[in-house]
């Protein structure tokens, strides 16, 4: 879940939020590329720590707020109104992880565990002041008697539309960068940040209007797209996060072919290798993965696939990745069990340790297998 290079040969003993001073060290200041946290996990520990520290202002004595303490602005609060983390006990700990779960969904309270254990565990070897970890030490006093607190997230399990309805939401769009980003979504797994993320150089198309310079990973690989893990939300020009560290190519069919294709001819031409492949109509600048989310949003609620707020069967763009995952698993497993198979974990964008064969190791055999169990969705490219 988080970066950080893990060698530290000193200890410290900071005078002031030794979480802040954790999460500056741990995850700011990773001195490794390859240990780097993602923008993500960046914010997700920070928002973790606020939410804990709102805890900790509302518990101070002589202090009282006119609100619910997870409604506390917490950029207000100044260290001296808060309990030190430093002095947590794990009473005080527990406590937290009680009002935690009354208001907060699974998924929130486990990350918010799961970030505060992991910063007083390193804080206990690397902070001189703090001694003891406070919710390490409730979880083992409540599980030693299977009494946890927490609930448990119980993971996305959405229902898997037929591909004959996939093919009807495809081709409701009329648009051709709509209709591309839709096409990529359904064929490649990958977020919406990934898409907004895609620069002209992650595209190579062998077509004459395709001129530009590709990037080194796909200069071999005519009518294919690379989906890179260097691309930061804070990047000049940039928008969005990508939510992932492996990178990968990936053959374009005839239709995602075709598509981008015609949605060129209506965008204007780059002025850089490095300019975003898909642009606001508003005003020219990189259609964010927000902008990806509103849309599809909108569409399925045209097409009454819209169930309700954190519904798994709304068709959002995070919704394609389960079902592309699904039609390449149910193409790659071959009835074999225990999770996924390494190409449908190469084509998801996995952590490198889960998968045998990176890009690096790219193929004429990978992309032969990929393009015969690419789905396609457009009346002239279905071959049932």
Same mark, same amino acid.
């Given at each position: ?170 081709? +409701?769009? !009329?648009?051709?960068?709509? #209709? $591309? ?5 359904? @064929?490649?797994?990958? *977020? &919406? ?86 642009? +606001?109509? !508003?005003?020219?600048?990189? #259609? $964010? ?5 509103? @849309?599809?949003?909108? *569409? &399925? ?84």
């Amino acid at each position: 879940m988080s970066a950080g290079d893990g060698d530290y040969v000193t200890t410290y003993d900071p005078d002031g939020d030794v979480l802040r001073f954790w999460h500056q060290k741990w995850h700011c200041e990773a001195r490794t590329k390859d240990n780097e946290s993602t923008e993500g996990t960046i914010n997700q520990s920070k928002h973790s720590i606020d939410r804990f520290e709102r805890f900790l202002a509302a518990q101070k004595e002589n202090k009282s707020y006119d609100c619910q303490w997870s409604d506390i602005d917490i950029s207000t609060v100044s260290y001296d109104d808060i309990i030190p983390p430093r002095d947590v006990t794990p009473r005080l700990a527990e406590e937290f992880l009680i009002e935690l779960k009354r208001e907060f969904a699974a998924d929130t309270q486990q990350n918010t565990y799961a970030h505060l254990k992991q910063a007083y565990d390193w804080c206990k070897s690397k902070v001189e002041s703090v001694e003891v970890n406070p919710f390490e030490t409730v979880e083992e006093e409540l599980k030693e008697n299977n009494d946890w607190i927490l609930d448990t997230s119980s993971g996305r399990d959405p229902y898997i539309i037929p591909l004959k309805d996939a093919r009807e939401v495809v081709r +409701s769009w !009329s648009h051709p960068m709509w #209709l $591309s980003i839709q096409l990529l979504l359904g @064929k490649y797994t990958r *977020r &919406a940040g990934g898409i907004s993320n895609l620069d002209f150089e992650n595209v190579h198309i062998d077509h004459p209007g395709c001129n530009w310079t590709v990037h080194d990973d796909l200069r071999e690989w005519p009518d294919h797209i690379s989906l890179r893990a260097d691309k930061r939300e804070s990047d000049p020009g940039r928008n969005t996060g990508n939510k992932t560290k492996t990178n990968a190519v990936y053959p374009l069919d005839s239709e995602m072919k075709d598509a981008l294709l015609w949605y060129l001819t209506i965008r204007p031409q780059p002025e850089s290798p490095t300019d975003p492949l898909f642009i +606001s109509q !508003s005003d020219g600048e990189r #259609l $964010s993965g927000g902008n990806i989310s509103t @849309k599809f949003r909108e *569409r &399925a609620k045209e097409l009454g696939y819209w169930y309700g707020a954190h519904d798994d069967d709304n068709l959002n763009p995070h919704y394609w990745r389960h079902w592309a995952t699904s039609e390449y698993q149910s193409e790659f497993a071959d009835g074999e069990g225990g999770g996924y198979t390494a190409l449908t974990k190469y084509i998801r964008g996995d952590s490198k340790e889960d998968i045998i064969g990176i890009y690096d190791n790219y193929t004429e055999t990978k992309r032969d297998t990929i393009l015969d169990a690419m789905p396609t969705f457009l009346e002239p490219y279905v071959e049932d």
